[in-house]
Nanobody, 112 residues
């Protein structure tokens, strides 16, 4: 059974930073492309970032490019999202995804 457990969310002021983590189990993490997506209540899921299985290729949505960094540690079955320069519009629930599976999410709130 695929399990994805996100953590690291919280409340920060604009311009602040957070690092999200996603602990994966139930599949071969080191062979799997992973993604971060986010969702504001009442709105559609927004793709944030993708990383390939060995971490050599990363991709970002235009709204986060240059501010967020996706990475992974295959020895720890863990996916990360380093978020810098946070803005109010980054407020959302963040999920890591494997195919069609995603975790319970972690809330990020950016507010002064």
């Amino acid at each position: 059974e695929v399990q994805l457990v996100e953590s690291g969310g919280g409340s920060v002021q604009p311009g602040g930073s957070l690092t999200l983590s996603c602990l994966a189990s139930g599949f071969t993490f080191s062979s799997t492309t992973m993604r971060w997506v986010r969702q504001v209540p009442g709105k559609e899921l927004e793709w944030v970032s993708t990383i390939n299985s060995d971490g050599s290729s990363t991709f970002y949505g235009n709204s986060v490019k240059g501010r967020f960094t996706i990475s992974r540690d295959n020895a720890k079955n863990t996916l990360y999202l380093q978020m810098n320069g946070l803005r109010s519009e980054d407020t959302a629930v963040y999920y890591c995804t494997e195919g069609t599976s995603r975790g319970q999410g972690t809330q990020v709130t950016v507010s002064s």
